[in-house]
């Protein structure tokens, strides 16, 4: 019998401590740990959950009904001037475990090379490691030299640092891959959160044909349907349709309900509009608090965290931020290059934001007291 993979331990049990700090504080913890939506969902997308659809009682399809095909293609076009045939969008159960599925999904398995990001969300390694794969971390095609790449994850706006990858980049690994015959899969969950990111399906990049290429999309973040578990992929036609079959076989199936919902989220092109100012507005608010007490932000243009350091290991200032009751998450989550930043979310309320603001300035404020003193 083949032994089980082995697998990292799950990042966020190591957190415990400092949670149980953070926790401590007399006005609560802030908790920027985390990238959990916390707004109001909208009014439409509710009403399509509790409507007809959850009052039927057969079996969803895996492919989803064409209605909410049509309406995820219409939205992709209307925002991010991408066209795709309705037949390739393929509903997920949320977008994490079609992230560590795919390679397993697509028949990766001993011998195949996964390229995910120096800095990356960490499921990208666990979907590798699940089919038995090997993973590389490279932002350059350039330093892979002549391996055989069978999968190239990429992702922007990026998960933890919100870097943006402008289309050239995205087209050079396009071109790259196409001359190899490996796969691109980009992970835009956060592409509704960016008024500049590109998706690697844009005309711009793919040169009009969705060849070789995936794009997986949550609507997690974009309509705050973290609880409905609702994604979606789309791009080559042959790739996803191995995948719809592979899925049907499997169960993978989104529960009828939250189809009704997620089509009703691909219409609220509003709600996912104010969302997104949301989300920017506490951008900004909490990115200048953390630079005053100290800290830089890299790149953290978009998406939904900002990227920070103050050249010390990274747990040495999540200790430190938790005994302030805000809780984030070390940077070494994230890959080892990682180990002196930290990352923190914007998903918190405005009064929580503004709790650690308030507490970031307090903090501030004693330090230059007792160095005056």
């Known amino acids: 019998m083949t032994p089980a993979p082995t697998l990292p331990d799950f990042p966020w049990d190591s957190l415990a401590g400092d949670k149980s700090l953070a926790a401590g ?23 399509a959950l509790a409507g007809p ?8 399809t895996t492919h989803g009904p064409e209605s909410l095909r049509e309406a995820v293609a219409a939205s ?35 011998g195949a090379t996964v390229v995910v990001p120096p800095l990356a ?45 402008p289309p050239e980049h995205l087209r050079k690994v396009v071109d790259w891959a196409r001359e190899r015959g490996t796969v691109v899969a980009s992970d835009e969950c956060y592409l509704s959160l960016s008024d500049g990111a590109t998706s690697i399906l844009h005309p711009e990049v793919c040169g009009g044909s969705a060849d070789g290429l995936l794009a997986v999309h ?7 349907l973290a609880g409905y578990r609702a994604g ?38 509003d709600g996912v ?7 920017a507005a506490r951008r900004s608010r909490l990115r200048a ?38 809780l984030v998450a070390p940077g070494e989550f994230y890959g080892p290059t990682g180990g002196r930043h930290v990352r923190v979310a914007l998903t918190a309320t405005d009064e929580r934001i503004d709790a650690a603001i308030g507490r970031l300035a307090e903090a501030r404020a004693a330090t230059g007291s007792a160095a005056t003193g």
């Open 273 to 279: 509009a104010a969302q997104a100012a949301t989300y």
């Open 25 to 47: 504080h007399p006005d609560g913890m802030v908790d920027l740990s985390v990238g959990t939506p916390v707004d109001p969902i909208s009014p439409a997308v509710r009403a």
């Open 121 to 165: 969300y960490p499921t990208y390694e666990v979907g590798a490691l699940l089919a038995r794969a090997e993973v590389v971390r490279s932002d350059s095609t350039t330093a892979l030299g002549p391996r055989r790449v069978a999968l190239v994850w990429v992702n922007s706006p990026s998960n933890p640092t919100g870097r943006v990858l």
């Open 289 to 326: 608090a953390l630079e005053s007490y100290g800290m830089t932000i890299e790149h953290s243009e978009a998406g939904l965290y900002l990227w920070a350091t103050d050249g010390r290991p990274c747990r040495e200032v999540v200790h430190e931020l938790a005994g302030l009751g805000i």
């Open 218 to 224: 949550s609507m997690s973040k974009s309509s705050g």
């Open 53 to 60: 659809a959850a009052d039927d009682p057969g079996y969803p």
């Open 232 to 269: 979606f992929l789309t791009g080559d036609p042959q790739l996803v349709a191995g995948l719809l079959e592979i899925r049907k076989h499997a169960g993978m199936i989104v529960p009828r309900p939250v189809q009704a919902a997620m089509a009703a989220a691909a219409a609220d092109d």
């Open 76 to 110: 992709l076009h209307r925002r991010f001037g991408v066209r795709v045939d309705p037949a390739t969008v393929l509903p997920t159960i949320g977008s994490k475990e079609l992230v560590a599925w795919l390679p397993t999904l697509l028949g990766l398995g001993p």
